[in-house]
């Protein structure tokens, strides 16, 4: 090779490593995942939501979210055993309302609303933008107003159960002049398992694809045979989670629960959104049923 081939060869392998060396750092940065992008629903999500009535994203939350959430429910936990013994039915403390009762002297804690009102931090992780990116798509609206943001226990055989029903009908309790504006069914509930639901310690039951009927205005049924053919209660599924899942559920699905009859509790960290303007009137706790930004 002559010398001037050699200087040439030289010259343009150099170059060829430098250019390498100056876009290895574009490419690392183009693989860097896009945060905003990470957590919103992909569209065979959406799909699945609007088919079946209810989504799950399984370790949506993390450990240390579970646990965040565990100790605040285990703090109200205690506050409802003492406000138990000196009043029960439904009592507002610290701007929280405990609908708590007792049965054959143990606690029954049927739900515990506006959490964050006495316990902020339940607030504060029930508006992360994990949680409302979905909620604005579901939804199809950048704003909602948050109308619930609750505890509900199941302790060991305390009896708490749920009867069929569909979320839309406490829309309706609360707001006779609810309105479904987007025509989706204008809410969206999140549920979030802090213990493992099993069929054992009493978890939800549901019926597939049971929201494209409607409101089946299940409370104005009183005879169980006509509950169960109205309902197709014979369709219904166990909802079974792990510590951390999400489930995105449709306020016209068809859902209950029966007590909890194993030794082990099961907490759930529910917080529902409804779109803006459907609903007009204030819920229990202070806070509750403001307009947020879901962005």
């Known amino acids: 090779m002559s010398k001037i081939n050699y200087v ?4 343009i392998t150099q170059i060829t490593c430098l250019a390498a060396l100056l876009f290895i750092p574009l490419t690392l940065t183009a693989a860097v995942p896009n945060k905003e992008n990470d957590i919103l629903l992909t569209q065979s999500q959406l799909d699945e939501y609007n088919a079946e009535g209810l989504l799950v994203i399984k370790g949506f939350f993390t450990k240390e979210e579970v646990k965040q959430v565990s100790h605040c429910a285990d703090r109200l936990q205690k506050e409802a055993e003492t406000l138990s013994l000196q009043q029960t039915g439904k009592v507002m403390h610290k701007g929280t309302q405990f609908v708590i009762d007792r049965n054959g002297g143990k ?9 964050g009102a006495a316990e902020p931090q339940l607030l504060k992780l029930a508006r992360q933008p994990k949680l409302l990116a979905p909620v604005a798509q579901i939804l199809g609206s950048d704003q909602a107003d948050q109308l619930i943001n609750q ?3 199941k302790l060991p055989r305390d009896g708490v159960k749920f009867d069929w029903h569909q979320d839309v009908k406490n829309r309706r309790t609360f707001d006779p002049q609810w309105e479904d504006l987007n025509h989706k069914g204008s809410f969206v509930q999140t549920i979030i398992a802090i213990d493992p639901n ?4 009493g978890t939800i039951y549901y019926v597939p694809k049971s929201h494209m009927r409607g409101d089946l205005f299940l409370d104005r049924i009183t005879e169980p045979a006509e509950l169960k053919r109205i ?4 369709k219904a599924v166990p909802l079974v989670l792990n510590s951390g899942d999400v489930v995105f559920m449709h306020p016209y699905l ?9 030794s082990s509790p099961r907490k759930i960290f529910i ?8 609903n007009k009137q204030p819920y229990p706790g202070e806070g509750s049923a403001q307009r947020i930004s879901l962005k």
Not at 8 to 11: D, H, L, N
Not at 198 to 201: A, G, H, K, R
Not at 231 to 234: C, I, K, R, T
Request: without cysteine; charged residues 15%; aromatic residues 12%.
């Open 198 to 201: 099993t069929v054992e310690n």
């Open 271 to 278: 917080n529902g959104f409804s779109y803006p303007g459907a």
């Open 107 to 115: 606690l029954q804690i049927h739900r515990i609303v506006w959490v």
């Open 254 to 262: 068809v859902h209950g629960s029966e007590p909890n009859e194993s």
């Open 8 to 11: 040439r060869t030289t010259f």
């Open 231 to 234: 309902a197709e209660l014979d």
């Open 151 to 153: 505890l509900h226990y």
